[in-house]
């Protein structure tokens, strides 16, 4: 079992940034797979973003490509977003998962989850 606990949401106006963490225990990270999902009010969780065990091979939602970068330090078990030109639309609670397939996009393919962290855009 891994355990995840993720840090770095906050408040930020709309074009603004914002760097997620999520810092994993346990010796497996590196044999991991991570990734981002998100779950505004109201509505269901959705995939953001996935990275390969190595980091050499990503996965973005439409809604985020060329705004969002994950990637991880495998040396400090931990994985990051990095989210750049923030909009009200990005409002919602980010977890990090872990899984075993950078190519997976739904909430069932990932096994393990963190406890959340609330990123709020303001207009």
């Known amino acids: 079992q891994v355990q995840l606990v993720e840090s770095g949401g906050g408040l930020v106006q709309a074009g603004g940034s914002l760097r997620l963490a999520c810092a994993a225990s346990g010796r497996t990270f590196s044999m991991l797979t991570m990734a981002w999902f998100r779950q505004a009010p109201g509505k269901e969780r959705e995939f953001v973003a996935a990275?390969?065990?190595?980091?050499?091979?990503?996965n973005y939602a439409d809604s985020v490509k060329g705004r969002f970068t994950i990637s991880r330090d495998n040396a400090k078990n931990t994985v990051y977003l990095q989210m750049n030109s923030l909009k009200p639309e990005d409002t919602a609670v980010y977890y990090c998962?872990?899984?075993?397939?950078?190519?997976?996009?739904?909430?069932?393919?990932?096994?393990?989850w963190g406890q959340g962290t609330q990123v709020t855009v303001s207009v």
């Open positions: 990275l390969s065990r190595s980091g050499l091979n990503t």
């Open positions: 998962a872990a899984g075993s397939s950078w190519l997976a996009t739904r909430q069932y393919e990932y096994t393990n």
